[in-house]
């Protein structure tokens, strides 16, 4: 509800603002897909396997409703085959069945954006710097970028492999949970926030020790890019994603502003093999979502990017009985002015409480003298430049002077 939608709309503003400065163009994937392009996934992650709404249609086609948006752009850009390098912004609803608490809904927004095509780290690089941009132009100053590379597709085998065997010599004294999660993604143990698991975690092997050649290059390009855009970061090797189809760079924006569990404001990586496995040519991918109800909790807790104050700037009052309003508030309108007026030939003073409660910062009068003299009271309505009265034919030219 206003306010809180326009605030909503004005952060979709800024975003698509900076992003399509750098090429990026609007898609708008489908809320619900065949289940199988979000099963491409990964089976063993939450959002897939445990999260997921899904339900048949009356056709008995398998669907879900979707958990996030980078399935849909891949499966959209193997439909369609454009040109690359491609790059798609999107922002829309997102549905997880979680928990719901503070920060974590199974209703939630994403802004994100895709590029797909070029391997070039530097098109990571990209990626990053224009969602800190995005968190800058909100007026978010205690966001901390984490950082890290799983590696190529072979290096993320090897690494699971020696995490597998290093949590399994160690298995009893994992915590019950973590002992369910290994069965599964040992990478996701690495995850766990419980206290009977930190030594373990702790002591386990390291991805970036595991990176071939090729991978810690690029990750070492990308470090370089960052620095050379003065994007400050934490390399944070135990930074695992909650979706499997990362490659290589990794990366999530964490909120240091409010302490909720839930302060991962956003995240991406590269998911290099995602395009093939949705019957795509093999096409390298980089992108980002970021939560938009969890970024505006960030943005109250640094007290920042509020919401808009005003639904109108003008508010026409008419005493004579309505006509010269109906007139008024249409050519203000026409003009491109944000107006509103009162209804139900109201007493003078009710008309004044619905301008003041309009927010507005003028009231253009109409009373029984302006009507018979073809003129305008303008009066300000919070700031100090007092009332006047003008000719019917200078009211745009006095409001251009007042507002300014
Ligand atoms: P994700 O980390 O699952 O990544 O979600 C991105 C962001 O969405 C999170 O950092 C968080 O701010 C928000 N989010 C996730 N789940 C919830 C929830 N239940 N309630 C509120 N906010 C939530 C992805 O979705 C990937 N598709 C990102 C990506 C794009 N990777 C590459 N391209």
């Known amino acids: 509800m206003w306010p809180d939608a326009a605030r909503w709309r004005a952060l979709g503003q800024v975003f698509a603002q900076t992003v399509e400065e750098a090429g990026y ?30 339900f048949e249609d009356k056709g008995g086609r398998h669907m879900a409703l979707r958990p996030e948006q980078t399935a849909s752009i891949v499966r959209a850009f193997v439909e369609h085959r454009p040109l690359i390098p491609w790059k798609a912004w999107y922002s829309g609803p997102n549905f997880r069945y979680e928990r719901a608490q503070k920060g974590r809904y199974r209703q939630f927004d994403q802004v994100g954006i895709e590029a797909l095509g070029p391997e070039d780290p530097h098109l990571d690089v990209e990626v990053i710097a224009l969602a800190w941009r995005f968190y800058q132009r909100l007026g978010l100053s205690q966001i901390t970028l984490m950082l890290n590379s799983l590696g190529s597709g072979d290096d993320r085998e090897r690494f699971i492999e020696a995490l597998q065997a290093h949590f399994a010599a160690h298995q009893n004294e994992l915590s019950e949970a973590s002992r369910t999660t290994l069965a599964v993604n040992p990478l996701r143990v690495l995850d766990s926030k419980r206290e009977q698991d930190q030594a373990i975690i702790d002591s386990a092997p390291k991805m970036l020790d595991f990176l071939s050649p090729e991978a810690a290059e690029h990750f070492e390009k990308v470090q370089q890019g960052l620095d050379a855009l003065d994007i400050p970061y934490t390399l944070n090797p ?97 003009e491109g002015h944000r107006a509103d007026r009162s209804w139900d030939n109201r007493s003078m003073k009710a008309q004044m409480k619905a301008a003041d409660r309009s927010g507005a910062q003028i009231a253009l009068i109409i009373g029984e003298e302006e009507a018979a003299s073809d003129t305008v009271t303008v009066r300000d309505l919070r700031g100090q430049s007092g009332q006047t009265t003008v000719p019917r034919t200078q009211v745009n030219e006095t409001l251009r002077k007042m507002m300014r």
Request: with cysteine; hydrophobic share 40%.
């Open 25 to 54: 163009t609007q898609v708008i994937p489908p809320m619900f897909e065949n289940i199988e392009v979000f099963k491409r996934l990964g089976d063993a992650t939450d959002v897939v396997s445990k999260e997921m709404y899904d």
């Open 238 to 334: 135990r930074l695992v994603r909650g979706l499997d189809y990362y490659v290589r760079t990794t990366f999530e924006f964490i909120s240091d502003a409010f302490d909720a569990a839930q302060n991962a404001v956003g995240g991406g990586g590269r998911y290099d093999g995602l395009a093939e496995s949705l019957g795509g040519p093999a096409t390298p991918g980089v992108g980002f979502a970021l939560g938009v109800d969890r970024t505006l909790l960030a943005c109250d807790a640094e007290e920042t990017f509020p919401g808009p104050t005003n639904v109108v700037d003008l508010f026409v009052i008419d005493t004579t009985g309505g006509q010269a309003a109906l007139a008024l508030t249409a050519a203000l309108h026409e």
